[in-house]
Every structure is written in C-alpha cells, then in structure tokens.
C-alpha cells in the first residue's frame, strides 16, 4: 500500500506523565467523521497557555503506528465555560466558541488522531474520522464512536453513572458536543489501533466510517467485501444493525473482533452543532419516553422489540470479567492456517461472547474455540469463536473475547499474554482480513455447524447479559 510506504513517527504517543486534565487542556470536533478535504472546527479549552494542533492519520508504517499529516500554528489557549449538566437526562453539554478551523485536503481515508500540546507540555488526543467516499471492493473498517460516547464520563456523566458511581445516577443521553475523558481517545487507542495497524500492513484495500456513517449514509456499505466491528462495539442504532445485515445478506463478509457487540439499542438526536450528535441510551424500555417502538433504548434482546444479537454475530454476550485461554477447537479451521498451538492463556479476557442453541443462532454455527473461563468468584463459563456463512456467501467471525484487539499489540505479562498468544492473534487476524477481501468467504469455506459437539446447554444462566427475550 503506497501510504504505509509513506514514513512514519512515534510523535503520536502521549506519556502518561504528560496527559492533561479534564479542562486543563482539552478539545472536540464539530464531526465525528468528515470526508477527505471537508474541512472542520475544533473546540479547545486551555489553562495551560498556547497550544498547537498535530494531525496523525494511524497505519504500520513501518512500525511507527502513524503519519504526521498536518500541524497547525500556535493558537491562544482561552479557559471555555464550564460544562453544564441538564437535569431532566444529566447530559453534559458545552457551549464553547470554536478555536480553530482544520483543513483536511490531501488528507486520505482513515483514523486520525488530534494531537494537542500545550505550552507547558501537557498533551491530549481528539480522534476524528476521514471517511471513505466508496467502501466498494474494500474491507471497511468501523470506528465504534457510539461507544465511544456512552463510556464518556468528562464532565462527571456517561450512560453507566455520574459522579457518585452509581448506575442509578447516570446520564440518558450523551453529545459528542464535549470532550473525552482520559487521554481524549482511550478506546480507539486501546481497542481499535492494533487492528488498524494491522490490517493496513496486510496491504488490503481497506476503507473507513464510523457508527454514525452506517447509520446515516444510505448504501454506506454498497460493494463492500468486509465489514469490520472493533474491538468494543456495544452500541447499535437501528440503522447500524439494518444496515450490516442487509450488506452480509448481499455477500460482504463481517467480523466481530471483540465481544458484547450490539448489546445496548441506542438512537440519535441533533444537537445545537448538528445532527446526529447526541446519543439516546436509557438502558430502560420503561423509563424511556419513546415507548413500544423499534428505536426504544434497552438492550437488544429485551422487549419491546427483542432482536437478541446472535442473529448477526452469532453468539450472545456472556459475562465480564473473563479470564482463561482461548482454547481452539477445530484446528482445521480455514483461518487457523499457518498458527501453531491451541491454547493461549490471556487471549480470553474482560468480556466475552458464548454460542447457544436458542432461537436465532444460525443453524450452520461452526464453534471453532471454546474456552473455559471464570467470570468473578464461583462463576464458571465458556467463551467461543464462531464463524457461519449465510445464502449469499458471506461469512461472519466473531473471537468472542474482547482481548483480541489489544492483544495484537504485545505480550501482556498480566494478563499471562504470551509472545505465542500474540503471534497467534496476529495470523488469524491477518488471514480473515485477507479472506474478507478476496471476497464472500463461504463460497470457498462453508460453515460446518458444529455446535451440538460442544454440548452447549440452552439455559444462559450462566451469563450476565440478561434474559433473552
């Protein structure tokens, strides 16, 4: 791939020491994604002195992880307002003035990262999107910005709490009018990079959107091999789900490469700076005002309009905190090629997905590991990766772990993440990529359901994830 032969920099990297705080040096862009040359506003709060803006589009490059693509001039830093919380849904929300306008010409379709530095050293990311015009012929690649949102605690509130921790005390809706919190991009970093990376040192044609591009960009996926669902990918919007179930049911492959995919229904509303900008999660049919409706904001296997996610990745979220390793059980798999082992501790961890025989797993699901794991005291489960093909050729993997993204990365001594472990994930990776791109993977490998050999019980009581409904 001619960019990646472009040369590359570390100068992405923040050092811990180095991340700034919440309204020391913190910004966000009016778009989550923009098209190539289309440019957008950054919206900075500084009490740390002038800063400067560094764009890096992420790739291999040879190792670096990313590309300097544009650096702004030194921009008086102002301290904006401070953020207000709406009581009617505890939204947190700004109303700052625009600091900077970002062009975007020559900039190719990608993941970026917004490097901000400010006078005293201090640093944090704003990510941003620039979206492919046509993602025909190519893997798409899917930056799970919804996620993003719901996990956003800047400003005190996110869709799991607010400041005093509680589930209870958590926001209905959150805006992408605010910051991030932490380092400004933690999932796309931990969650996303690695495979990124990855696919684009394969070489395949790749192209690039964002959970708001699926659901808003009619035929966003037409023509497309693959489709790509990071590492953390908990928040769906209708259109999402519809709108990747009707490309795997055209012939574009589709990959899971976490687990508890498509667990929470959320819609979007518009903000002052736009559409589509403010994510709709109550995590509650009956306490949403919008009732009885497709786009109502609970789970997605619960009333009122239960769409249990095994229809589409082919296994249900089963618990977190996993730990164990990712045991293989059908060494013959088309993707296992080139790997050696069959067990690899700490390849299984955090949340995991499970294959049961219920209503609307498919019927040809091929389990191609099943991994023992303990989730919490006394808890003992399994996790599975699966694959199954469906009528026009498409295949669909899920690893059923959320440590594989990350563990592309390195080794993880604390998670007992081997060298070989890694090496393992890196093949699998590599090849399904490949395999994505060459094509619908089930004209050349049909799945082999399998699942009846693992046993499986149709009871879920061993999850976390809630009723199926």
Known sequence: MAENAKPGTTAWRIAVNRIAGPMELAGYADHVSVRGGQPFRLFVTSTAGAFTVRAFRVGWYGGTGARLVWTSSTISGRAQTAPTVRPADRMVSTSWQPSLTVPTTGWPPGAYLLLLTAANGKQKYVPITVRSESTRGAVAIVNAVNTYQAYNQWGGYSLYNGPDKSFASRA???????????????????????????????????????????????????????????????????????AVTKARDAGTNVAFLGANAVYWRVRYENSPLGADRVVVGYKDATADPVKNRPDTT???????????????????????????????????????????????????STEVDRAYPIPGTPANLQAVAHSAVSCGPGVHTFSDATYYTVASGAGVFDTGSMEWVPALRAPNSKLSLTAAGVAFARTVTTNLIRAMAAGPMGRTYPARGNLATLGASPSTSTGSGGQVG
């Open 172 to 242: 209905h809706r959150v805006t992408f009018d605010r910051p991030y919190d932490g380092n400004g991009a933690r999932t796309l970093v931990q969650s996303e990079m690695p495979l990124i990376q990855l696919a684009e040192r394969s070489g395949v044609p790749l192209a690039y959107l964002t959970s708001v591009d699926l659901a808003t960009a009619p035929g966003a996926l037409a023509g497309a091999r693959g489709v790509v669902s990071l590492g953390h990918d908990e928040y769906w919007t209708v259109a999402m789900r519809n």
């Open 298 to 348: 609970a789970k997605w296997r619960s009333k009122p309009d239960p769409r249990p996610e095994n229809s589409l990745t082919g296994m249900l979220y089963e618990c977190f905190p996993a730990v164990g390793a990712f045991t293989v059980h059908d060494r013959g798999f088309f993707l296992f090629s080139g790997t050696r082992g069959t067990s690899f501790p700490g390849l299984v």
